[in-house]
């Protein structure tokens, strides 16, 4: 069971002679402002990495000297099974989750008790605050556990690699239907809807994050999710995307035009966000530093956007006065796993670099074999930027002015990878085409 390979993993960082114990909390259903309309439920990460159960309101102890596994369940009565469905019995969850000691939720402060530990961590200050209320005098500790099932998490086993492997089978499929089947005259919501069935005809019910569906000049919002825009003939569309499988995330962009054909502006910014994420996904090894990927493809954009003739200058100064930033202001990529954006990104004591578009990059640290991660470079025409950058006259002297106003409800491109960091190099987990030709047949042959 992967969850017990998890907490031995997990165990593995703490003294094996320590009379502690690992207190972990469950989610519980939540529901939409005080109301009784439920959010679809979707398990705590760091609770379903090392417990195994998506289920609500459910505790867990983990013995760290015995490595004994405790689970607690909620004590359900017929009220739940009239509205929420079968109550599983006893030996359907000592089956399903292999817990050392199976108790109900009502029994906790109990075994805490009678295990007498010197100290008990907790995740989160929330958690430790609960476990406190139980008892004054526990001694509890929230550092050590949430830095230690970061690391943890950092580095997939292979049973966590083949679940995203097959999220992002299916990803694949559901990104290349929607291709096929854009047309314009649609709207945005038609082609998430497109999107989600192919999701889950396949099986995946989960959304992974809210997902992006945007034409035309929504591609340039970084996180649109309104999805009520009609797409027309030209435009381009973004769609950046994603299900869970058992938990685990696919997160995939591809941008194309809505008629399917690139025109010559589409085609020669669209190339050089490709050629960026091409070149990026070379770089990709072990001791290699995001920092220094986002300023490779930072610099491979600003060469592009030269060579088009919409900057102009000398590459290194206009690194120095981060022209890259009006035109690509988010960070290169994240880790990929239980969550989109996953943890680990930021070691203890690592900071962000405070400079414009960096300071969002989600992961600053070496990657080592077994992370997962995207790379996702991006050209963006931003009138919030650009329209200031074209009166400041330090960055204005690197702008062509006469194109970029031309330009500004061009929208943007995003092209998105998902990567396994392996020994000597990475596996590509995403499958949509990306080159402009493969995707001008498949949009024309739909």
Wanted: proline share 4%; charged share 25%; with cysteine.
């Amino acid at each position: 069971m992967s969850a017990k390979l998890h907490r031995e993993k997990l165990l593995s960082l703490f003294d094996e002679n320590q009379e502690g114990i690992i207190y972990l909390k469950g989610a519980e259903i939540m529901y939409r402002y005080g109301t009784d309309y439920e959010i679809p439920f979707r398990q705590e990460s760091n609770f379903w990495y090392l417990t195994g159960v998506n289920e609500p309101d459910y505790h867990a102890l983990i013995n760290i000297k015995t490595t004994e596994f405790h689970l607690f369940t909620p004590a359900r009565d017929a009220q739940y099974a009239v509205w929420h469905g079968r109550i599983k019995p006893d030996s359907e969850i000592m089956e399903l989750y292999e817990p050392d000691k199976l108790y109900r939720d009502h029994e906790l402060l109990t075994v805490l008790n009678q295990f007498s530990p010197e100290v008990i961590y907790c995740l989160n200050e929330e958690q430790a605050e609960y476990v406190e209320d139980l008892n004054r005098d526990f001694t509890v500790e929230t550092e050590a556990l949430i830095d230690a099932i970061t690391y943890c998490r950092c580095i997939k086993t292979e049973s966590e690699l083949d679940k995203m492997r097959e999220a992002a089978r299916i990803n694949n499929l559901a990104h290349i239907e929607v291709m096929k089947a854009l047309k314009p005259g649609m709207y945005e919501f038609e082609t998430k809807a497109i999107f989600d069935y192919h999701q889950k005809k396949n099986g995946l019910l989960q959304h992974a994050y809210s997902g992006i569906h945007a034409g035309g000049v929504n591609s340039a919002i970084l996180h649109y999710t309104e999805n009520n825009r009609l797409i027309n003939d030209g435009d381009l569309y973004l769609i950046d995307a994603g299900y869970e499988y058992q938990g685990y995330a696919s997160d995939v962009t591809r941008t194309y035009p809505s008629n399917g054909r690139f025109t010559g502006d589409q085609t020669a910014i669209y190339q050089i966000v490709l050629n960026t994420l091409n070149r990026s996904i070379e770089m990709v090894k072990p001791g290699i530093r995001m920092e220094e990927l986002h300023l490779a493809a930072c610099r491979i954009i600003l060469q592009g956007l030269k060579d088009i003739g919409i900057v102009m200058g000398n590459i290194d100064e206009m690194m120095e006065n981060n022209i890259f930033a009006l035109f690509f202001p988010h960070g290169l990529g994240h880790f990929l796993g239980l969550d989109t954006h996953d943890v680990g990104g930021y070691p203890k004591g690592v900071d962000r670099i405070d400079r414009p578009g960096i300071r969002f990059l989600r992961v600053r640290r070496e990657l080592l074999p077994g992370m997962v991660i995207t790379i996702e470079p991006g050209i963006y025409f931003i009138p919030a930027l650009l329209k200031p950058a074209l009166e400041n006259s330090e960055q204005a002297r690197f702008l062509n002015a006469g194109k970029i106003e031309k330009l500004l409800d061009f929208g943007g491109i995003r092209i998105e990878d998902n990567l396994v960091i392996t020994e000597d190099g990475c596996e590509n987990l995403t499958d949509v085409p990306k080159e402009i030709k493969e995707i001008e047949k498949v949009m024309q042959n739909k």
